[in-house]
């Protein structure tokens, strides 16, 4: 098993682009994740997704969209590109049982100039 | 708002030494998470423990949940290089239905060989 697959592992883009992340597990697992993560603030929530067409709204999800189409893939959008959107972004998944351990992605380096 | 406070932020020990790093948080959690991250990669899951009072062993780190399920320690016995890394606790809330996990901002560990 691959686990968690993210393309790309870094990207520059300039303020105004828009781009998607690509997030795909082999695991079969129902719950899906796409986090933040900025020095000295932990991994913040964007999006998650307990199922193929169900998406919900994390702790901050201003600035990006996501869907889930299938099991496997949960991308993240980013329409118009702002410099506060730079950091490095982490997508996970967990098994749908009651201790929600989360098997993470290598990650993705966004820098917005 | 659920938070979860780690101290010390930053940890840096000699090989051989132990060390202690700490989760704490107002909040009770139906479990908590421990994983570790290396430079340019994701979280990795280390253990859960579920039980207030419990102790689970990995190893050279013994993990312990609080009686009240509010905090959580990570002891490392004869510290190596290898351990060095971004520790993360996670506490997970099963109360409201759906599941919440919050993340500390991580203890950043360096042992010295």
């Known amino acids: 098993n691959a686990g968690v697959t993210q393309t790309p592992k870094f990207r520059i883009l300039k303020i105004g682009q828009s781009m998607t992340l690509q997030c795909t597990q082999d695991?079969?697992?129902?719950?899906m994740y796409w986090y933040r993560q900025d020095p000295g603030m932990g991994l913040k929530l964007i999006y998650y997704s307990v199922g193929a067409g169900i998406t919900d709204k994390g702790e901050v999800p201003n600035g990006y969209n996501v869907s889930r189409s299938t099991t496997e893939d949960f991308p993240l959008r980013l329409e118009l590109a702002a410099p506060s959107q730079t950091s490095v972004y982490f997508c996970a998944s967990s098994k749908r049982d009651s201790l929600y351990e989360q098997y993470f992605g290598p990650g993705t380096r966004l820098t917005v100039t | 708002t659920q938070l979860l406070e780690q101290s010390p932020q930053f940890l840096s020990i000699q090989e051989g030494e132990n060390l202690t790093v700490y989760c704490n948080s107002s909040?009770?959690?139906?479990?908590l998470q421990w994983y570790r991250q290396e430079p340019g990669e994701g979280p990795v899951l280390l253990v859960t423990v579920v039980t207030g009072g419990e102790v689970k062993k990995l190893k050279r780190l013994t993990f312990q949940f609080g009686d009240a399920r509010k905090d959580s320690s990570l002891h490392i016995t004869a510290a190596q290089p290898g351990d060095t890394g971004l520790y993360l606790c996670a506490g997970v809330d099963n109360s409201g239905g759906y599941q919440k996990v919050t993340f500390g901002i991580g203890t950043k560990l360096q042992v010295i060989p």
């Open positions: 909040s009770v959690f139906s479990s």
């Open positions: 695991m079969n697992h129902n719950y």
